[in-house]
């Protein structure tokens, strides 16, 4: 079975600094996929990044890189030059082909003005 | 906005009650998949239809229920309403069926509140 783990219930991070959300996760599958999304209080779900098991570099997009170890089953999303707007719950995800995303139990970052 | 939608934005009823929630996916995603939002429970995988078929099951409750009709849209169906039923239901739909590339993208979401 799959599992993601994430242990950073909250975080608090200063306007304009560099944060990093822990992710780990467990499967014992060759090919899969990671994903972090981000749920503001308004409660949508947003897509942010992608990596896959076989992608050789970290994903980037934007102001959101993914820092993925896979010896150490680790796909830690970093979050650059953090805004007022990044505020949100932060939920890191696994998927095995077109099944479900198991999701982790998610950060809420709060960004200090 | 990401090209899903769900109705209705809120809904609340009472214990005993039967609601339907609807999920339209984004145009030329054949799959669709229902999420349950819960404080205790987190993000739950409900269920996978893809063309009309399910194809996969997760920990849905034997008093919930859906389907996927022609067109493509889905409904989800809760009965027998309990107070811990009150969650944010979300639908998400991806184009392809195989491949882990897929990404899911997510509807505003269903707040159900069972009083």
């Known amino acids: 079975a799959q599992k993601i783990t994430q242990t950073q219930p909250g975080m608090f991070v200063q306007e304009k600094e560099a944060v990093t959300l822990d992710c780990t996760y467990d499967t014992s599958d060759q090919s899969y996929g990671l994903f972090w999304y981000k749920q503001p209080s308004s409660g949508e779900m947003i897509f942010l990044i992608y990596?896959?098991?076989?992608?050789?570099q970290n994903a980037t997009e934007g102001r959101y890189s993914l820092n993925f170890q896979k010896a150490r089953k680790s796909a830690n999303l970093v979050i650059s030059a953090s805004q007022l707007g990044d505020s949100a719950m932060y939920f890191c995800?696994?998927?095995?082909?077109?099944?479900?995303?198991?999701f982790g139990t998610g950060t809420r970052l709060t960004i200090i003005p | 906005d990401s090209g899903v939608t769900q109705t209705p934005k809120h809904l609340i009823t009472a214990t005993g009650q039967r609601v339907t929630l609807r999920c339209s996916p984004r145009?030329?995603?054949?799959?669709v998949y229902w999420y349950q939002q819960s404080l205790d429970q987190g993000l739950q995988f409900l269920i996978q239809y893809y063309n009309g078929e399910e194809r996969a099951k997760g920990n849905i409750l034997e008093r919930f229920s859906a389907q996927q009709f022609p067109d493509l849209h889905s409904e989800l169906n809760l009965s027998s309403l309990e107070l811990g039923d009150s969650a944010l239901y979300f639908c998400?739909?991806?184009?392809?069926?195989?491949?882990?590339?897929?990404?899911?993208?997510f509807g505003p979401g269903t707040r159900l509140t069972v009083l």
């Open positions: 998400a739909s991806s184009v392809l069926l195989a491949g882990v590339r897929n990404e899911q993208f």
């Open positions: 995800a696994m998927r095995r082909g077109n099944e479900k995303l198991t």
């Open positions: 990596q896959g098991s076989y992608d050789e």
């Open positions: 145009s030329g995603d054949l799959s």
